[in-house]
């Protein structure tokens, strides 16, 4: 995981982010892509002339685009690692999916109270860009991958991707503990997995844990809680995003409550 790409925006989240990937760009002796999409108004970018004050609205947008740049690399410059930094005009999801062609892994923070369009740019760049996601809360200031790590296991091509893009991760994890929860059909039993990442030389403790009263996020997320993880690696809209946006589902219920950075592939 030697390319990093890393959304930057002034948002609540940014410097959670921002101390996650620095960690993950040191842990593997990697780079920092920053990405600082520039978003403008779409009437505006439909019909400049249908605004008056299009000149000063620009100027405005980008003057604060580039005074957070400042706050951004002043700080980025007492760290001991490598960086760059891409300024690209339009919206979030779009600008890191099409930046992300040859990246190991996009940095994003998940949902807030405040910052609801988070939920949406992750959605986006999870299910349509081909890096998988390190999606972090706010509030951590630090992403120590020796923590214990758990894997979700549900024998589907989302959690199949999930569990080989995190490899390079789980090598570095005190302990991995691979989870499932309800009965599983032998073709996607949890030791096809085992088996897998024992071939990568990492040793797996499973987990199987019934579902009754509690949803598969929170018998999850809860799970990840017990066993002290720090990371938990998952398998990103099993269902249609509609569908989870419409009843809800697991990923959508992690990015909305979970305190631990999500490791999501699709």
């Known amino acids: 995981m030697r390319s990093i790409l890393l959304h930057i925006h002034s ?3 940014q410097y959670s982010r921002l101390e996650a990937a620095a960690d993950l760009a040191r842990l593997f002796e990697g780079q920092l892509a920053c990405i600082q999409p520039i978003a403008y108004p779409t009437y505006v970018a439909a019909d400049p002339m249908a605004y008056a004050g299009t000149p000063a609205l620009f100027e405005a947008i980008e003057a604060n685009a580039r005074e957070f740049r400042q706050v951004i690399e002043t700080r980025l410059a007492r760290e001991a690692l490598a960086w ?13 999916v099409s930046e992300s062609r040859l990246a190991d892994l996009i940095v994003l923070s998940q ?31 630090a992403f120590d991958a020796g923590n214990p ?17 995190s490899v390079p991760l789980l090598a570095h ?38 579902h009754r009263d509690r949803s598969i996020a929170e018998t999850l997320f809860d799970t990840a809680r017990e066993l002290e993880a720090g990371c938990l690696v998952l398998g990103a809209y099993g269902h249609s995003r509609f569908r989870e946006r419409l009843i809800g589902g697991v990923t959508r219920w992690m990015l909305d409550h979970s305190t631990i950075p999500l490791f999501l592939a699709h």
Not at 84 to 96: C, L, Q
Not at 149 to 157: D, K
């Open 11 to 13: 948002d609540p989240g």
């Open 149 to 165: 790590a758990l894997v979700a296991w549900n024998g589907s091509h989302e959690a199949a991707n999930a569990l080989r893009a």
């Open 173 to 210: 994890a005190e302990s991995v503990h691979l989870v499932t929860v309800g009965d599983q059909p032998e073709s996607h039993s949890a030791s096809h997995a085992v088996r897998y990442l024992a071939r990568h030389g990492i040793v797996v403790q499973t987990h199987e844990r019934p």
């Open 84 to 96: 760059e930094w891409t300024e690209v005009p339009g919206d979030a999801a779009t600008a890191m």
């Open 111 to 141: 949902t807030e109270h405040d910052a609801p369009e988070m939920l949406s740019i992750v959605g986006d760049v999870a299910v349509h860009a081909r890096a998988p996601v390190l999606a972090v809360p706010r509030g951590d200031t």
